[in-house]
């Protein structure tokens, strides 16, 4: 509170001018991991962000029970690996994941049932460990064509006969 001017005080006591800091002299785009480009760059590796992600796990569960998998292989890796493609694929319309987005990632990597020998060969190798290895989950979508992506779940299913077709 201001001391009124009547009431006597010492020298030492008055209020003294503020040190005034200079004016700032801009911001320049100069350290090396700085953006340029407007948006998150795109490419393999860098993920697909999305609206509300995490859903798309609670989704990605509801099929557990259901997944058809080859002797050695693990729920929590083919649970990975399909939320991964379900979340790339919900990204790309600009959406949360829903449901569809589960069961066309789940289908094109053969796990609903009536998946080729080949395929699931090929399963096997690209998503053991995905469950523990983010690099494992990102290389894993990187194979899956863009095309197929956009495809509906029953494409997805009347195509699993050519299914290299439906990859990288």
Known sequence: MAQPEYVPISAGDR?????RLPAHGGWTQSRPAELKDPGAPIGTRFGSPGPDQGYGLALAERFRDRLELAPGEHAEDAVAGALAVALRRASM???????Y???LAY???GYLG?????LVEF???VLKGAAHDYW???DAVDRVAEATLRMTPA???SGLANWRSLFV
């Open 15 to 19: 209020v003294r001018p503020a040190e």
């Open 114 to 118: 009536d998946a080729p020998a080949g």
């Open 123 to 125: 399963r096997t190798g």
């Open 101 to 103: 987005d589960l069961e």
């Open 155 to 157: 494409q997805v299913r």
């Open 93 to 99: 319309f600009g959406r949360a994941p829903v449901i």
């Open 136 to 138: 494992v989950q990102r």
């Open 107 to 109: 289908t094109l990597w």
